[in-house]
């Protein structure tokens, strides 16, 4: 059985930085390509940041680009999200998930992803 645990959502105030961590057991970890995608109230779940399971590959939202940076430590079986000059728009519920395919191909599309955290919330004050 897969789990994924995500840690380090907090409130904090715009333009603070915060690191998320996501816990993988249950799977092997290297061999999936890892995302994270966040949801904030009364919209739907959408693409924050994606990498191969090898890390040779990373991607952005547009919105996260050039202040979000996604990595992987494959010996913890530990993805993370640091997350710097955060704005109010990112206050949201952030989820890590599995790729659904050993050595699939990073996405930005949630239906590529079979396993999901329970999510963590990231708030930010202006």
């Known amino acids: 059985q897969v789990q994924l645990v995500e840690s380090g959502g907090e409130l904090v105030q715009a333009g ?3 690191r998320l961590s996501c816990i ?3 799977r092997a ?6 995302g994270w995608f966040r949801q904030a109230p009364g919209k739907e779940r959408g693409f ?11 991607f952005y939202g547009d919105s996260v680009r050039g202040r979000f940076t996604i990595t ?27 790729h659904r395919h050993p050595y699939g191909v990073a996405t930005s599309r949630t239906v590529d992803f079979d ?3 329970q999510g963590t919330q990231v708030t930010v004050s202006s």
């Not at 970890?29 to 890892?34: D, E, G, I, P």
């Not at 924050?48 to 990373?58: E, F, G, L, T, Y």
């Open 115 to 117: 396993s999901w955290g």
């Open 24 to 26: 993988v057991s249950g």
């Open 29 to 34: 970890f290297s061999r999936y390509s890892m």
């Open 72 to 98: 992987r430590d494959n010996a913890k079986s530990t993805l993370y999200l640091q997350m710097n000059n955060l704005k109010p728009e990112d206050t949201a519920v952030y989820y890590c998930a599995s």
């Open 48 to 58: 924050v940041a994606a990498i191969n399971w090898d890390s040779r590959r990373a």
């Open 16 to 18: 603070d930085s915060l």
